[in-house]
């Protein structure tokens, strides 16, 4: 049986039997004035993360999300768009778009606002998109590339480059990816990158965070917000056979469809940029003005070129991991 399969299977029981312990981490529910969430949805939350973040909405947008689940990712990005067709949902599993489509009718049953024929189920999978080029301008994804394989030969694309792709090419220029993954601090063990059910319940998928970044960026966004980073579960020694415990994390970005900068993406962690010296601002030369202690959010590649300068009225913070917009590149 092939890892895909594996997958298949795996959330052919979860959408039959709601699996609390497949892949999600506790959340508090997010409130939205007027949205009424049926509770199966909470249920079926298998998420790391959240994928709807309020400065990526826009008036008459259409949104795919990948991996429909219980609906609630859907529901949540329906609340915005409010227009038939406006959110897109992708899954191979007909058990699953079944769920949603019978917990999106009891939605509609508790939301007056709200009508089915906003969120349009395609039957499709994620490395062969059934969307057309440049037609979206939000997509999104929860906790579901994990699960693909990367590349054994760095000359072929592999399953998660393949999904990466085509985000990359269903979206509109300037359009946005937003994602949540878990990742590990150390590269994982093969037994367990081996093990097609930890992979299908987002366990051994994970990658580091460099190399999560890397693939965003091989497949050609140009731009990249680290929007949360925390704790996603525990692996204890014995239970997983390791030399020790290893603390997945989850993590939260938003990757544009913008062209690469020459000189490397732009990767946003919450560092910051501040000068306090004499004049009233400080100008690199390279696109950043600086006014006098002022924190400008900035990106780690400009952060370092700053901090190589060794003034000291330039003060560089550390990565936050948590950037919610406004600085420059």
């Known amino acids: 049986m092939s890892y ?19 892949c999600c981490v506790p959340q508090a529910p997010m409130f939205l004035p007027g949205l009424k969430i049926p509770p199966i949805m909470h249920e079926m939350n ?6 709807v973040h309020l400065q990526d909405m826009r008036e008459g947008q259409t949104v ?10 859907a529901l949540k990005l329906a609340y915005f768009t409010r227009r038939a067709g406006g959110v897109i949902t992708v899954d191979p599993v007909a058990e699953m778009r079944d769920a949603a489509r019978k917990n999106l009718q009891e939605a509609a049953r508790l939301n007056d606002w709200f009508d089915p024929s906003f969120v349009e189920i395609r039957d ?21 590339f994990n699960i693909f394989k990367t590349a054994a030969d760095p000359t072929e694309p592999g ?21 949540s993954d878990p990742i590990t601090p150390r590269p994982m063990p093969r037994h367990l990158r081996d093990n097609e059910t930890l992979r299908a ?22 731009s990249i917000e680290v929007r949360s980073r925390r704790p996603y579960r525990m692996l204890d020694q014995a239970r997983y056979g ?6 997945l994390e989850s993590i939260e970005v938003c990757a544009f469809r913008v062209p690469i900068p020459g000189d490397g993406p732009c990767v946003f962690t919450g560092r910051t940029a501040i000068y306090t010296g004499d004049d009233e601002s400080f100008d690199d030369s390279r696109g950043h003005l600086l006014l006098r202690g002022m924190p400008l959010g900035v990106c780690d590649k400009t952060a370092a070129a700053l901090a190589a300068l060794g003034r000291s009225d330039l003060t560089v913070t550390d990565s936050t991991w948590h950037y919610a917009g406004g600085g420059c590149c």
């Not at 795919?64 to 990712?73: D, I, K």
């Not at 999560?212 to 497949?219: Q, S, T």
């Open 159 to 179: 399953d998660l480059e393949r999904a990466l792709t085509q985000m990359h090419r269903v979206l509109k220029p300037g359009g946005r990816l937003a994602m």
């Open 64 to 73: 795919l999300y990948v991996g429909v689940g219980g609906g609630l990712e």
């Open 46 to 51: 298998y998420g790391c993360g959240s994928t």
């Open 201 to 222: 319940q987002c366990i051994s998928g994970c990658l580091t965070y460099d190399r999560y970044i890397d693939k965003i960026v091989g497949a050609g966004f140009g």
């Open 124 to 144: 499709g999978d994620a490395l062969d998109l059934p969307v057309e080029d440049e037609s979206c301008d939000l997509a999104a994804q929860n906790c579901l």
């Open 4 to 22: 895909h399969a594996t997958v298949q299977q795996v959330y052919r029981r979860a959408a039959r039997e709601p699996d609390r312990s497949l």
């Open 242 to 247: 390791l030399d020790a415990g290893l603390l």
